[in-house]
């Protein structure tokens, strides 16, 4: 069947709930695993359920409708959903009414198995997103379980389908769905790496890059509506690749058009892949000032033999060398790392390697994970997972421990320095006085290099740029005054 799903697909179509409010007073409640295509494709969803009529609450036990949006990177993700679910079983016991929605990587990977626990209703894949929607009125309407799952996902997608999401993407995406002034765009579509360790080939597909007019056109929109800041997403966001005729479209074509738009003052781009790094996006960020300095590249060890093994396509030493080309060609650029401790095989000698590489490379700061298999992955079916949890979670501990001591000591820099931060909103956690601003409360705010600011200050500065005096710098965070 290609990459057609399990259920009737509307080709060349949007369905007529784009244009069309009905008169729905049920609630609906929407939690949220993974990485940041996830809280997009969380937010886009949210935004269509509600203009379709639909009423969002925070509170699952007041929800008609509980949608769950998984993640399938990790074990611990997939198990926090399992027994999400056991939970929500036992609502329905009371309540058989409620409808349960599992959307995302999970649902793509575990498909008609998912489908087969007692609690769910519907199991939706990454690609049937626009379709949310209208699955949810048709199982409300007729009580039957629904499977919509991309069935070869591993085949391009048809242009009907690309359609579908792009216009999806469109009329859905707003600040709204994320931070005040800030919104993400996705820029492209599912992985073509294959890491030995990664799942997400196998339930986001193919790379697909949406084309730069199409999503200039969005920012554009974005813009009009009060975004300051545009993150571009992708699985590998500098693969981006986008030819019309004889005309090639790279990242760096479109961080320059994105910059050109009036209103977008800051632009950033996450994830990027060590291998095959084009410069031009480096030269892109030295010369265009809407575009932050900042540089997220996991390296996910420093060990070149468990490189090798996990297929990352780069030595140790040459990802090192991009980053130096990297502070080379734009001296005051923050770099972020990833890294995986325990993969089949590492010994004590590759940990130590991969230490070495975070002193050597001296992050902004860097997340650490324990391996964890994956069914379906090169690495669950040939490499036996042999590193015992106890030492996983040590050199988990040990490697974060070592950056934390590189952010504490190179963050110090920051103080008595003026910064300029987006602000996000009220800051979660209590680090300042507030007794001593006057009552205002304390606000949180990024860097163009994507530091974390706090500092006291009234709560309609969320979404606008305000200037910071650093008296305080810890590992994770500054703290400071704004300069009025």
């Not at 490697?399 to 909103?425: A, H, M, P, Y």
Request: with cysteine; proline share 5%; hydrophobic share 40%.
């Amino acid at each position: 069947m290609d990459r057609r799903v399990f259920f009737r697909f509307l080709e060349f179509s949007i369905p007529l709930w784009y244009d069309s409010v009905s008169m729905n007073t049920r609630k609906f409640h929407v939690k949220n695993f993974g990485c940041q295509m996830n809280k997009l494709d969380s937010a886009l969803v949210v935004s269509a359920l509600r203009q379709s009529g639909f009423i969002p609450t925070e509170h699952a036990s007041e929800a008609d409708i509980v949608l769950i949006n998984t993640c399938s990177v990790r074990r611990h993700a997939e198990d926090r959903v399992l027994s999400h679910l056991g939970h929500l079983k036992h609502i329905k016991e009371n309540r058989p009414e409620l409808v349960v929605a599992v959307i995302g990587c999970m649902a793509q990977r575990l498909g008609s198995d998912l489908l087969s626990h007692e609690a769910v209703d519907l199991v939706a894949g990454p690609a049937q997103l626009p379709d949310i929607p209208r699955l949810i009125e048709e199982i409300l309407e007729r009580r039957t379980k629904t499977l919509a799952v991309t069935d070869k996902i591993r085949t391009a997608a048809e242009p009907g389908q690309l359609h579908a999401l792009d216009q999806f993407e469109y009329a859905y995406d707003s600040d709204a769905n994320h931070i005040p002034g800030q919104a993400f765009v996705r820029a492209m579509r599912g992985c073509n790496q294959f890491c030995t360790y990664c799942i997400v080939p196998y339930v986001r597909g193919p790379e697909e890059s949406r084309s730069p007019h199409v999503l200039v056109e969005q920012a554009k929109k974005l813009a009009d509506q009060g975004v300051r800041q545009i993150t571009l997403l992708g699985q590998t966001i500098n693969s981006y690749s986008y030819r019309n005729g004889d005309r090639h479209y790279g990242l760096a074509d479109l961080l320059e058009m994105t910059a050109r738009i009036d209103g977008i003052e800051w632009i950033r781009f996450i994830t990027s892949h060590p291998g095959r790094f084009d410069e031009a996006i480096l030269h892109a960020m030295a010369d265009i000032d809407k575009i932050c300095p900042y540089l997220h590249i996991p390296a996910q060890s420093g060990s070149d033999r468990i490189l090798k093994a996990m297929h990352r396509g780069y030595t140790a030493r040459q990802y090192l060398d991009l980053l130096a080309q990297a502070r080379q060609i734009v001296p005051e650029i923050a770099i972020a790392g990833d890294f995986i401790v325990g993969f089949p095989g590492e010994t004590e000698d590759d940990f130590e390697a991969t230490v070495g590489l975070v002193r050597e490379a001296r992050y902004k700061n860097c997340f650490v994970f324990k391996y964890s298999p994956r069914p379906g992955t090169r690495a669950d079916s040939k490499m036996a997972d042999t590193i015992p949890e106890a030492v996983k979670k040590e050199r988990n501990l040990g490697l974060l421990e070592v950056q934390n001591e590189i952010s504490e000591t190179d963050n110090q820099r920051f103080v008595e320095q003026e910064v300029k931060v987006l602000v996000e909103g009220l800051s979660k956690k209590p680090h300042l006085n507030q007794a001593d601003e006057g009552g205002k409360p304390q606000l949180i705010g990024r860097t163009a290099t994507d530091f974390i600011v706090v500092f006291n200050g009234p709560e309609s500065l969320a979404g606008q740029f305000a200037k910071v005096r650093i008296e305080k710098a810890g590992a994770l965070t500054l703290f400071g005054t704004r300069i009025e």
